[in-house]
């Protein structure tokens, strides 16, 4: 799925709140986030991604940022419950839904049930996924204590977005000192956060949380409700509990994983959403599959064009084309389509994409060209004879980024072809134009 459009939502006092919406189904999900979040940058996170792609699979997603964070107007003063409240409704009026399912997530799960508890004629359930408060209490014992969060918050602002720091940074906001991830990951996940908030931004968010305690309405939530509890934390799993015992008829259901969507598989929670709102089980998506695109180009073509002359310039374009076709073939390579002076082609194997490459890249040298080419791995869009979707976009960005006679790569396709013998150059973190994130790029050692 490509990143969604994202729109601005103006509220009564005048803030920006920016939202997107995508899928189709017969309802409408709207998420409220956890703590902070930027929605162009949370799709760089492949869990949170295929969360929301799953979601999007049986229904109608809304999905935006909360006012101070992310694409919308940053924090003046802490807002109250219910301006934060007014913010959905008027997220769901720009996005022309009368009535929603609510989806909270951790921290949002206690707005998302006040909101269900006030506009009942807006919600048609409630999925409470997170908690009615952050802080310990005599009657509330899984809550932290002032002492441990104040001492979690100096160093969490002393490392704000600092990649150096990415690893600690993951464990100490999701609370998991055990926590294993991806070097690359880390930073991603750093780098959605610095997009997100501000460090002062983040120590108002931390107290508007703090003083957030909605357990007195759970009773009054009159919708139906799913509480959703991860089976493998026992205190989580026992908030789950005290949640769906105070909301009258609520069912709790369990999965697998840690609490927080960014960091555990989405799909026995989009699974148990699926199921709790009777949503028909999404058929097999046969316009969707996995492949490695490869783009290739000619390099300086116009300069040689304008230097043999047209005719001739024809004659070596169609050997060319006449060479790449031939290696396509012999490669179990589909052609897409020629792209100016080069090709776009498709891959069921990222191995053999990158030596289909390199070897076009040394046919075409006695013409006296050079080509440069890359590649990406991702799920791609059959949109008929053509492709679509937003690995083809990072497969052109980084056919774009290339030199002559080179083949580069996304980080993707070199760990997918571990083992290959293939041998690769970093070429280190790269901007791809239009695409969020920083992007790991090697280029296939002696291609020339």
Not at 22 to 48: C, D, Q
Not at 176 to 205: C, E, G, H
Not at 294 to 300: A, K, N, Y
Request: charged content about 25%; glycine content about 8%; proline content about 6%.
């Amino acid at each position: 799925m490509d990143i969604p459009p994202t729109h601005w939502a103006e509220t009564a006092d005048g803030e920006s709140i920016a939202y997107q919406h995508f899928g189709a189904g017969p309802g409408s999900i709207v998420i409220v986030s956890p703590w902070i979040n930027h929605l162009e940058a949370s799709w760089t996170i492949p869990e949170w991604a295929t969360l929301l792609q799953r979601l999007a699979a049986f229904s109608r997603v809304i999905y935006f940022d909360a006012r101070g964070t992310g694409m919308s107007d940053r924090l003046a003063a802490v807002p109250t419950l219910e301006q934060r409240a007014e913010d959905i409704r008027v997220v769901m009026d720009a996005a022309g839904t009368e009535r929603a399912v609510l989806l909270g997530l951790l921290d949002g799960a206690a707005l998302a049930a006040f909101f269900a508890a006030t506009h009942p004629d807006r919600t048609d359930a409630l999925v409470f996924c997170g908690y009615p408060r952050t802080m310990w209490a005599p009657d509330y014992p899984w809550g932290t204590t002032q002492e441990a969060e104040g001492e979690r918050d100096a160093r969490v602002e002393a490392i704000w977005g600092d990649e150096d720091h990415a690893e600690e940074f993951v464990r100490l906001v999701s609370g998991d000192q055990q926590l294993s991830r991806d070097p690359q990951w880390a930073r991603n996940y750093v780098k959605w956060a610095r997009l997100s908030a501000t460090p002062r931004s983040v120590r108002l968010f931390n107290r508007m949380w703090r003083e957030t305690d909605v357990r007195h309405l759970l009773p009054s939530v009159r919708v139906p409700t799913l509480v959703l509890a991860p089976a493998d934390e026992e205190e989580d799993l026992l908030v789950g509990k005290y949640v769906a015992e105070r909301i009258p008829e609520a069912r709790l259901a369990t999965y697998p994983g840690n609490p927080n969507p960014c960091l555990t598989d989405s799909e026995p929670m989009a699974e148990a959403i699926r199921e709790f709102l009777g949503a028909p089980r999404p058929a097999p998506d046969m316009e969707r599959v996995l492949a490695t695109v490869l783009f290739t180009d000619i390099v300086g073509s116009t300069g040689k064009a304008c230097e043999v002359g047209d005719a001739c310039w024809t004659e070596v374009l169609e050997k060319h084309n006449i060479t790449v076709r031939a290696f396509l073939a012999q490669y179990r390579g589909t052609e897409v389509k020629t792209t100016g002076d080069g090709f776009l082609a498709t891959f069921d194997g990222p191995s053999r994409a990158v030596l289909c490459a390199q070897a076009i890249c040394e046919a075409v040298k006695p013409f006296g060209l050079e080509i440069k080419a890359g590649c990406h791995t991702g799920e791609i869009e059959l949109l008929g004879n053509d492709v679509g979707g937003i690995a083809v976009h990072i497969g052109a960005r980084v056919g774009a980024l290339a030199g002559p006679s080179e083949v580069l790569v996304s980080s993707t396709v070199k760990d997918l072809v571990a083992g290959s013998g293939l041998v690769f150059e970093d070429r280190g973190e790269r901007q791809l134009k239009g695409v969020p994130g920083d992007w790991h790029l090697y280029a296939l050692a002696n291609t020339s």
